[in-house]
């Protein structure tokens, strides 16, 4: 598998944990971050995948998928968005600003790795 760089965001660090752990077991090189700011301060070294959670204090994911989209390097990167939110209009709130996927929590192991190989191939 080509070398593949994956941020995951999430106040959480439970879950930062357990996304990391799994795609790492899968081969995957993997960077954290705490909230959108930090993410945006991370991916300034090359992303190829971003998974991100909706609701975080300070910068929150709707605004961090915008900004990432905004900017030149990051416009086509896929963003993945992992959050406990379902509702069908913060689900259109987030394709809206570029979202490219969406995972309710709690996630199986085998439904995130298969989605992010499907934006990854």
Known sequence: MPYKRILTVDDAKSVRGLVSRTLRQAGYDIAEAVDGADALEKTADGIDLVITDI????????????RLREREDT???????????????????AVSAGATGWIVKPFAPEVLLALVRRFLC
């Open 55 to 66: 609701n975080m204090p300070g910068m929150g994911g709707l605004e961090l998928i915008t």
């Open 75 to 93: 416009r086509f990167t896929p963003i993945l968005v992992l959050t406990t939110e379902s509702q069908t209009d913060m689900r259109r709130q």
